[in-house]
């Protein structure tokens, strides 16, 4: 299990955590065969955006993950409701669901929707974005594949943007437009917001 031993928690929820972890392993597992490559929303909330996209992209595969399970359960009647085929959600963290994923599934296109910014510089650690995760999703993603972020925290966007041009596994894509709009709830609120977009690929094609 990976959790941060300076924080020891409870046998029950070590339990908790580890039948989770079978239960995500399992599912991606019936998957994989079938869906060799995904669409993967991290933190996909009440599940509006990726219904919407995958109802628009029958060709891919679509699957949503947030950690809450009352998110989830709102997803999952969205999707019972849409009876789409190409389309899952799967309660886990990002972490979590990463190290779960089979060998031979990859992720084609990632989206973040207006991620929790932890403005705090205390809990900058906490963001989802961060060279580590940069890293994990490189790793797990096919050459080319395409990462999408919309905030309308421009701090965090910053950040983010200071990241990927640190990063050895990914580039900016300057030129690419937002492949599908669909309002979400966050997106609704916010006064303003802005997107950026990067591939995976050879660091000297950065620029």
Avoid at 145 to 152: G, H, N, Q, S
Avoid at 165 to 177: I, Q
Wanted: one cysteine or more; a positive charge; proline letters at 5%.
């Amino acid at each position: 299990m990976n959790h941060d031993t300076r924080h020891p928690i409870s046998s029950e929820a070590a339990e908790i955590l580890e039948n989770r972890r079978r239960e995500v392993t399992a599912t991606l597992g019936a998957l994989v065969e079938a869906h060799p490559m995904i669409t993967l929303e991290l933190g996909c909330g009440h599940g509006h955006f990726l219904t919407a996209y995958a109802s628009a992209h029958s060709g891919e595969f679509c699957l949503g993950i947030d950690r809450q399970g009352n998110r989830i359960t709102r997803s999952l009647r969205k999707q019972g409701h849409a009876g789409l085929p190409n389309l899952r959600f799967v309660r886990a963290e990002v972490r979590q669901f990463l190290d779960c994923l089979p060998e031979g599934m990859r992720l084609a296109r990632i989206f973040v929707l207006f991620p929790d910014p932890w403005p705090k510089r205390r809990h900058i650690k906490n963001r989802m974005l961060g060279p580590s995760m940069l890293a994990i999703l490189a790793q797990h993603a096919i050459p080319e594949a395409e990462l999408f972020l919309r905030t309308d925290d421009f701090d965090y966007l910053e950040w983010v943007e200071a990241n990927l041009s640190d990063s050895v596994e990914w580039r900016m894509h300057t030129g690419r437009v937002w492949p599908f709009e669909r309002e979400t709830v966050f997106q609704r609120k916010a006064r303003s917001y802005r997107s950026l977009s990067a591939v995976t690929g050879d660091p000297a094609r950065k620029g």
